[in-house]
């Protein structure tokens, strides 16, 4: 069975190295991705449209507003999944396993944990919010606010961080987050707009129209970096403890 | 010549593509030839690493640099006012920011593969924490996560079903039912024998149909009693 799979594996990598021929090479300036009229609009009107430094941000936020809107529902929806799949499916099940040990948190381990996990939460507000100006943005301030959960999780048990951001607060932070993302689309509906057309909110921000969508291009990625933040501890702490919700690994 | 010269095309001036390739073969053999679900998780994150590594290879230019523009070119801050200044001098009113020309766009790598990219990795774990789930789930039911094992197990839930006190009364029931049908077509002479020979697969048929049904309260038993695995 292993040496069949291995026909189409050489089937697909040889006819991919064949097509790979017709690839720009490496570092292109001319290649039909970089030349297309698309990429080069971004790179020349994002400072015009919105006078946000990071392409990427503004590209995310703004011009691909609504593609953003709906991959953070889809964290949601894997997360509010895997609560479904994995509760009370240990119910009746042994509560320790041979391989978990009664054991204290270790003491330099807890310690420094307590030391970092402020500086990582500061530098996850940091990412979300310089995102505009620098590398960074919603996902990546929300991965990291995410871990640091999930890092006191690791070193104290699953009840100790459970404790700092109990399940039914991740699942209201988790929708909270698609509540700001829509509600900032839907707010410059009411003021006249499309839905996800920040220029907009000028009417109720004391800003010129590129700065409006610089500002609500802020308030999206906040709402991106609540959901991103609670749905990864929720994948932590469903998985880690099958669903039970204590003890953890 | 003609090879050497698709060698020195593909593994000289298009190595990147090559690597990915390899990378995605491993992610593909992994999901088909592994047994373990687990295994096939990361096979399947090998994959996605893959096709992630292609798409910001593509948005790379020659010595462009990273899609934020550079201090000359920001539409915001210090250092954009300045150089307005310096460029407008007639201008009283702050700066403008002015799209920027071909020349200066070629300077700065292509954002849009990796906006597609940033997302897909976020979702990527996301997805990925849902199979992992499933995944446990799973071993809570069936206690194994290795393919084999697990179709093993199914199968013999599937015969004890068709086991059942139920099952069988149907069956049984199915069986004469055809039995009389075949006497009476035979009865009534000159039937083909191709019509008598599909009769039985068609019970067959319903029969499978039957067992699924009684299945996961069987499946259920099993899982009360978990074989220990060394």
Redesign the interface.
């Known amino acids: ?2 040496l069949f ?2 026909i ?2 050489f089937v ?2 040889v006819l ?2 064949w097509a ?2 017709d ?7 001319e ?1 039909p ?2 030349k297309s009229p ?3 609009h ?7 449209d919105t ?6 941000t503004a ?2 936020a703004d011009y ?1 507003g609504f ?2 809107m709906f ?1 953070t529902v ?2 949601f929806i ?2 509010m ?2 609560i479904a ?2 509760r009370g ?2 119910v009746g ?1 042994p509560r320790r396993k041979d391989h978990e040990v009664e054991a204290e948190p270790d003491l330099i381990v807890t310690n420094t944990v307590r030391l970092i996990v402020p500086v990582i939460q500061i530098f996850a507000f940091y990412v979300l919010a310089h995102g505009h ?3 960074g ?1 919603g ?1 990546q301030g929300g ?1 990291l606010m995410g871990a640091s959960f999930i890092l006191i999780a690791l070193s104290w048990d699953l009840e100790k961080a459970m404790s700092r951001f109990p399940i039914e607060r991740c699942l209201f932070v988790a929708a909270m987050g698609i509540v700001l993302y829509g509600g900032i689309g839907l707010l410059s509906m009411m003021l006249g707009g499309e839905f996800l057309d920040y220029a907009e909110l000028e009417k109720i921000l004391p800003v010129s129209r ?1 700065m409006a969508r ?1 500002h609500a291009m802020l308030g999206v990625e906040i709402g991106v970096g609540f959901t ?1 933040a609670a ?2 501890f929720v ?1 932590y702490a ?2 880690a403890s ?1 669903g039970r919700l204590k003890q953890g690994l | 010549m003609e090879g050497g010269s ?1 060698v020195s ?2 593994f000289i ?6 690597i990915y ?2 990378l ?2 491993i992610g ?2 992994a999901m ?2 592994k047994r373990n679900l687990v295994k096939k998780l990361i096979g399947m994150s090998i994959f996605q690493t893959a096709i992630i590594l292609f798409y910001v ?6 010595d ?1 640099t ?4 550079l201090a000359e ?5 210090s250092h954009a006012k300045v150089v307005t200044e310096q460029n407008a001098t007639g201008k009283q009113d702050a700066y403008h ?6 020349e ?3 300077g ?1 790598a ?6 597609l990219m ?2 897909a ?3 990527g ?3 990925l ?2 199979a ?3 995944t ?2 799973i071993y ?1 039911g069936y206690g194994t996560i290795e393919e084999d094992e697990l179709l093993d197990k199914l199968d013999r839930a599937d015969e004890r079903a068709s086991q059942s006190p139920i099952v069988k009364e149907k069956r049984n029931a199915q069986r004469r039912k055809s039995a009389q049908q075949a006497k009476a077509k035979a009865a009534a002479g000159s039937v083909s024998k191709s019509n008598t020979a599909a009769k039985p697969s068609s019970v067959t048929k319903g029969k499978k149909k039957a067992q699924p049904k009684k299945s996961p309260s069987k499946t259920s038993a099993t899982k009360a009693k978990p074989k220990p695995k060394s």
């Not at chain 1, 971004?42 to 015009?48: D, K």
């Not at chain 2, 070119?73 to 801050?77: F, S």
């Not at chain 2, 920011?97 to 071909?102: A, G, I, S």
């Not at chain 2, 292509?110 to 906006?115: C, E, F, G, K």
Request: proline content about 7%; charged content about 15%; hydrophobic content about 50%.
């Open positions: 069975m292993k799979s291995l189409p594996v697909i990598g991919l190295l790979g021929q690839f720009p090479k490496w570092g292109d300036v290649s991705a970089s698309v990429s080069s971004f790179i020349a009107n994002t400072g015009v006078e946000v430094p990071n392409m990427v590209v995310l691909r593609d953003t991959e889809v964290v894997a997360g999944a895997v799949i994995l499916s240990s099940r100006v620098s590398p943005g996902f991965v590129e610089y991103v749905i990864m994948l469903n998985l099958e | 698709l095309e593909l001036e298009r190595l990147n593509y090559c390739v390899v995605l073969l593909l053999w088909l030839a290879s593509i948005a790379v230019k020659k462009a990273i899609p934020i523009y070119h920001d539409p915001h801050g920011p002015v799209e920027l020309k071909p200066t766009v070629k700065y292509n954002p849009l593969p990796h906006v940033l997302t990795i976020v979702v774990v996301a997805t924490g849902l992992l789930a499933l446990q789930r809570q």
